[in-house]
């Protein structure tokens, strides 16, 4: 088959393409680095003689054109996976929800609950020579999208990476029924600031237990990221990684010579990982590198894969925690932050793995708008707040007071671990809301 007269028969406009969308349609727009942007734009031109179309998508890292459309919220839904900071504010401007699913679910729930979507807009990468465009470095879920798909229409940006996986990493052409090219340099998501004094104290106390062939998982956020600074500088040798989310932290590891996936089980010597985004410099490591594994989010999180992982180390971020050790990572009370995404599997995989630990790690405190301190660690979760993390889930919490093994502690135990963790000026307080719910045991050291 001629690749390349094939593709001229599919190549159209952007203007052209959008035309296939019907008020009432299901529009997925992929995923993170993939959302469309020429597309975008177009279906938002037209979006004046349209109603009520319902848009999929997760982790914007551009504000989309359909949101900024005369009367956004009477025209279109945001339905997100996982909230960025733009897609918090779509909630306040009132067509933006969140779709709560654990994150390694999506790939079957669009093939046996969905089953059929409408229009399919991905950007990806330009084809290779024999036929196949990269999804770029969001796997993720989009071969899934596509399989029950009615229009597949692929944005062909020369920016984006190709990343090789081994399957469901891309689509062939013979499954697109329009291309259109838009090139548009990828978007850039920073490791924010310097690491503060808390963010170094926390990392130190998990660095120390991590052995050398440990396998990786990093969340996003300035704590992971000062473990990967962390890692980087330390003695440790023969790391591998396997991941949901791929970061800037893994690409200074690498490049520091402490990762090469040579003590996995599986998929060994490839630093395995479900999306990614950060700084250009990542873009260009996952470019067409063999030693990194762009997979379905359903491979990467499942639990059961992360189980044949020895010595998995797992590092996430919550928003607080609660006495009896409800852990939350998604929610300021009601208010959506960000999304279950895939900390639960990997709390559940890391401790199945022989050897494995996961930690959750956050500051002992934060500030409110009027400058007061509040405990992140709380006699309760506030009002509304989400339960990501289920108590008998928790392996390793660490504040930058100490960390704690939660794993099977009474009541009791639990109330006290957590509070010798807390901020000193909130122990008294806690200890007396403890006895209140009768958790706390009199002989409990003060």
Not at 133 to 141: C, I, K, T, V
Not at 284 to 298: G, I, K, L, R, Y
Not at 368 to 390: M, Y
């Amino acid at each position: 088959m001629d690749y390349t007269a094939l593709y001229q028969q599919k190549l159209t406009t952007a203007d052209e393409a959008v035309k296939v969308v019907k008020s009432g349609d299901w529009v997925d727009y992929g995923w993170c680095t993939g959302t469309p942007v020429a597309l975008d734009k177009a279906l938002a031109a037209r979006m004046g003689e349209l109603e009520d179309v319902n848009f999929r998508g997760g982790v914007l890292m551009r504000r989309p054109a359909v949101f900024d459309i005369p009367n956004a919220a009477d025209k279109i839904t945001w339905n997100s996976w996982h909230m960025s900071g733009i897609e918090r504010k779509a909630c306040m401007e009132g067509f933006g929800f969140y779709s709560a699913l654990r994150y390694s679910e999506m790939p079957r729930w669009y093939r046996e609950n969905v089953r059929h979507v409408n229009v399919a807009m991905i950007q990806v990468a330009p084809m290779d020579a024999h036929g196949w465009f990269s999804f770029g470095p969001q796997a993720s879920h989009l071969k899934a999208v596509c399989d029950v798909s009615d229009v597949i229409i692929v944005e062909v940006n020369k920016y984006m990476p190709r990343c090789l996986g081994g399957f469901e990493d891309g689509i062939h052409i013979s499954q697109v029924d329009m291309i259109v090219e838009s090139d548009t340099e990828m978007p850039q998501m920073g490791a924010g600031g310097e690491p503060t004094e808390v963010d170094k104290a926390v990392a130190k106390l998990i660095v120390e237990e991590i052995p050398n062939g440990a396998c990786l998982q990093l969340g996003i956020g300035g704590m992971p990221n000062t473990v990967g600074s962390m890692i980087a500088e330390s003695d440790l040798k023969d790391l591998g990684v396997h991941t949901e989310m791929y970061v800037d932290a893994f690409v200074d590891i690498s490049r520091a010579g402490k990762i090469n996936g040579s003590k996995k089980a599986i998929d060994r010597g490839r630093q395995v990982f479900a999306f990614g985004a950060g700084t250009q410099k990542l873009y260009d490591f996952v470019n067409d590198n063999p030693e990194c594994m762009s997979a379905p989010v359903s491979y990467t999180n499942d639990a059961r894969t992360i189980a044949q992982i020895d010595n998995f180390i797992s590092i996430n971020n919550i928003v607080d925690v609660d006495l009896f050790g409800q852990m939350n990572a998604e929610s300021a009370g009601i208010k959506q932050i960000s999304g279950a995404g895939g900390q639960l599997d990997f709390v559940l995989g890391a401790y199945l793995s022989k050897g494995g630990k996961s930690f959750i790690c956050c500051s002992s405190t934060f500030k409110k708008k009027d400058g007061t301190l509040e405990s992140r660690i709380r006699p309760t979760l506030e009002n509304g707040s989400v339960v990501t993390d289920a108590r008998p889930c928790a392996h390793w919490f660490v504040t930058e007071y100490g960390k704690v093994n939660l794993k099977g502690l009474t009541a009791w135990q639990r109330a006290e671990a957590l509070i010798s963790v807390a901020h000193p000026d909130f122990r008294e307080q806690l200890i007396q809301e403890a006895e209140k719910m009768r958790i706390w045991k009199r002989s409990n050291k003060r």
